[in-house]
């Protein structure tokens, strides 16, 4: 048993790190074959990015053992296992977006000659990598002039100019839309053509289908199970990720539809403000979840930055309650009764060092005078019922916001607006990068808010969520509406069908 | 993740944020107690709180500018430019009225002043998107030279002693500059902790992008966080010429650096977002023992301004490890 009987690419065998009060892993072992998908699956916090970076040498373990290619690898580093050619893709790519692509895959390695830079060795190779693996991209190109996509193949191919035998990629779908996914995927398929071994952590199961050649299921930091992606199913899936069966992952009550509640008329975003989308109207009606559809660059959260007034709208109209309103700040869409949970909720969403109830008030915070200064223990309770309605896990209020993990921290962005009074609810990817149970906990909040009359409108780039939770689906596609569907007319096809402008 | 299981251990990133001001007062008054000759006696004790409350009441505007995440290092110049006006105004005053009216029209005026300073830097800083940083130096040169100009470049004396009770008068036993300070404390204190205005201030400090997402005009925010900096700096501009009783073109020489090192030595991050008034006071007082106690035991004045950058650096330094290792206890 001392070597590995068969030539593993990447052999894992009973890693354990813990951190101060927490196992993160707790005896995970894992098998990866050259030429193979091995993906990884487990809930947020089961300890996936913990295994990948000690992997990758980010984290050093506190017991178990690594092969590489049959070999013991003792202590490494992140130099050290680029070295070997294990190559990791980051879930959040951080490209310096003002170099071109080539300066960003030769990054740090730059090719010298006598201490000058080589440009034209640094360009020449660059191009020669982009077409051998035929992805249609000039080297000369900045990073910020091609897409999130985009920017997971350029990571591609700096792993593979730098003669990686082992691909870790952390959630590279997390950020693209589905239609763009292929190109990913090609790629993937091509890299297995030469031989690569490809270990790939993500939250979708159709993704999971698509690819997995084997399957390592990882739960609380314990290794599960491990074997060929044939003996899954969805459903089985699941129920090992999380140790319980999920029956119906997305929980779509029949809700009667009330009258219209905001009606958009014609907007647009004029060339000066952006130019982002042309002539969107449509209508939003009490007790309904609207979903949009459309790929990444379509111009769907753009629409809803309008109409939350983070980025301006230069023509059209937009009537709540029949009313004209123009929103011009935030401040005037939340008192028009508007809230957005926004797609980035680090960003957008939370004030992370700041604690729970602060967090969950900071948008009402009118609602909380007495006289000119704060009620504080008001807060409190308003919070604390927000707390066990959503069912937050957290120690406490006082606890900052960045303690808690994705799904909570959604979960908090949501109070923020349930505090007040919200008869709009604009969510953007609601649940992206939340795990399994939290995400159908958070299905479950949207029907309670169409439940009590809020009408809710939801852009997800997953097409089984768009399908599984709308009552009507916008699709757009580069600015415009190219469709609104019925629920009874929803097909994956045709949502994909109006996405793409028809040309599947 | 998992961080559920470890929010009950001790931290000592957290620790240090909520208590490490006051264990570094204790333990350098109890070492200037114990090592430094005079340190202790009540008189001593007095002058420090007294030479310290200009300092400590700009330090209460800056604790705003900086949990905002900007910095105003315009202070000294701005106290020698409102100072001087106030001075000559009270002089002008003071003869054509009582001299209590002329007091209080003078104090008054000084905070308009202050006010309109901080409405220019505010105005600016918002309107073009300029850094805080090089707005005040700009009106740090500007205030300077506007001192130097009304003034000839020489003192103003000869004030009311109306006036200069605001920074030599008792108000009972206790020193009348130092109950404005105590007053402006207890103000920005409920202004920052009590009021929506304040968890503004933390929020867009904080994460500017997600307050605004939350319906909060940050920009409205900054303005007035800028405008009640200007007003505390108005008070302390008089309580500052009133303690020397006399109008000094020149004075103020390096108090914005005392001012920002009360604020970061108190706990307030200067990545912004998060702070007190309550550590500044205590920083404010620190920075006080530690000039005090380097009078008294005669160190060079030119030593005394090297020593000062090292106090402000290790306050930094500290509040960034402190903060990282608050973040690596997380994970």
Not at chain 1, 134 to 161: C, T, W, Y
Not at chain 1, 187 to 199: P, T
Not at chain 1, 347 to 353: K, P, T
Not at chain 2, 60 to 88: D, K, P, R
């Amino acid at each position: 048993m001392r070597v590995a009987q068969e030539s593993y690419a990447l052999e894992m065998r009973n890693v354990v790190k813990v951190f101060p009060g927490v196992r993160a892993l707790d005896g995970v072992s894992l098998q990866i074959r050259a030429g193979k998908v091995h993906v990884i699956c487990g809930e947020n916090g089961a300890g996936k990015s913990t295994l990948m970076k000690v992997i990758n040498g980010t984290y050093q373990a506190d017991e178990g053992e690594m092969y590489f290619e049959g070999a013991q690898v003792g202590k490494h580093s992140v130099q050290d296992t680029m070295q070997m050619g294990i190559a990791m893709i980051y879930q959040e790519l951080n490209p310096v977006m003002e170099m071109t692509i080539a300066e960003n895959i030769f990054l740090g390695r730059e090719p010298k000659r006598g201490g000058f830079m080589e440009f034209g060795k640094m360009y020449s190779d660059t191009q020669d990598l982009l077409n051998q693996l035929n992805i249609p991209f000039d080297a000369h190109q900045k990073m910020r002039e091609i897409s999130i996509a985009g920017h997971q193949l350029v990571e591609i191919v700096k792993a593979i100019s730098m003669d990686a035998k082992v691909i870790i990629m952390d959630e590279p779908s997390s950020a693209i839309a589905d239609a763009e996914i292929d190109i990913l995927f090609d790629q993937i398929v091509r890299l297995k053509e030469q031989g690569v071994a490809i270990l790939y952590i993500t939250h979708k199961m159709d993704e999971i289908f698509r690819i997995a050649d084997e399957i390592t299921v990882i739960r609380d930091g314990q290794w599960i199970e491990s074997g060929p992606a044939g003996n899954y199913n969805a459903d089985k899936l699941v129920s090992r990720m999380v140790g319980r069966e999920i029956k119906n992952i997305f929980p779509k009550e029949d809700i009667p539809i009330g009258e219209v509640v905001m009606e958009v008329q014609g907007l647009t975003q004029g060339k000066a403000a952006g130019g982002r989308f042309r002539d969107i109207s449509f209508q939003l009606h009490k007790g309904e979840i609207l979903g949009f559809s459309g790929l990444v660059g379509a111009g769907r959260s753009e629409v809803m930055r309008a109409l939350f007034g983070i980025d301006p709208y230069t023509a059209g109209e937009i009537k709540i309650d029949g009313k004209p309103v123009r929103i011009r700040n935030t401040s005037e869409a939340i008192a028009s009764g508007v809230a957005m949970v926004s797609e980035d909720r680090k960003e957008y969403g939370l004030v992370l060092e700041r604690n729970i109830k602060e967090n969950i008030s900071l948008a009402s915070l009118k609602h909380f005078k007495k006289s000119f200064l704060l009620d504080d223990k008001q807060i409190a309770s308003r919070s604390q019922e927000m707390v066990d309605l959503l069912n937050i896990k957290v120690a406490g209020l006082d606890v900052k916001a960045e303690t808690l993990s994705g799904g909570n921290q959604q979960k908090v962005v949501l109070a923020k607006w349930l505090i007040g009074d919200v008869k709009i609810m604009i969510l953007d990817e609601p649940t992206r990068g939340i795990d399994v149970g939290a995400k159908s906990e958070i299905h479950k909040l949207m029907g309670k808010f169409a439940r009590q009359g809020m009408a809710v409108i939801m852009i997800s780039s997953e097409l089984p969520e768009i399908l599984g939770m709308s009552d009507r689906v916008v699709v757009m596609q580069a600015g415009r509406i190219s469709g609104i569907l019925e629920r009874r007319e929803l097909t994956q096809e045709g949502v994909m069908k109006l996405s793409t402008g028809g040309r599947v | 993740m998992n961080s559920q299981k470890t929010v009950n251990k001790f931290n000592f990133g957290e620790f240090y944020g909520k208590w490490g001001t006051l264990l570094i007062l204790v333990i350098i008054v109890v070492l200037a107690s114990l090592f430094v000759p005079n340190f202790i006696k009540p008189r001593n004790l007095s002058n420090i709180l007294l030479q310290n409350c200009v300092v400590a009441m700009l330090a209460f505007g800056a604790t705003f500018i900086i949990i905002l995440g900007h910095t105003n290092i315009g202070y000294g110049s701005e106290l020698a430019f409102i100072g001087c006006i106030a001075c000559l105004l009270m002089i002008r005053l003071q003869e054509i009225m009582p001299p209590a009216a002329a007091a209080v029209i003078t104090v008054i005026s000084a905070m308009l002043i202050g006010l309109g300073v901080g409405a220019v830097s505010g105005y600016i800083i918002t309107k073009f998107n300029i850094p805080a940083f090089i707005m005040t130096l700009a009106i740090m040169t500007m205030a300077r030279g506007g001192a130097l100009l009304i003034t000839n470049g020489t003192p103003v004396s000869g004030m009311d002693a109306a006036f200069n009770w605001l920074g030599q008068g008792f108000i009972g036993p206790i020193p009348t500059s130092v109950v404005i300070m105590i007053l402006l404390f207890c103000i920005t204190w409920l202004l920052l902790n009590k009021t929506a205005f304040g968890r503004h201030i933390y929020a867009v400090g904080g994460n500017e992008n997600a307050a605004v997402a939350s319906g909060i005009k940050s920009k409205l925010v900054i303005k007035k966080a800028f405008l009640l900096d200007g007003l505390i700096t108005g008070i302390a501009a008089v309580v500052f010429m009133a303690r020397q009783a006399s109008g000094t073109p020149a004075g103020g020489l390096a108090y914005e650096f005392d001012a920002i090192t009360a604020v970061v030595v108190g706990g307030t991050s200067i990545a912004g977002g998060s702070g007190n008034v309550g550590g500044t006071i205590i920083g404010a007082i620190i920075v006080g023992i530690i000039n005090n106690v380097q009078n008294l035991l005669h160190v060079n004045t030119y030593w005394q301004q090297v020593i000062k950058g090292v106090v402000i650096l290790l306050a930094i330094i500290l509040d960034v490890v402190t903060k990282r290792a608050a973040e690596k206890a997380m994970k």
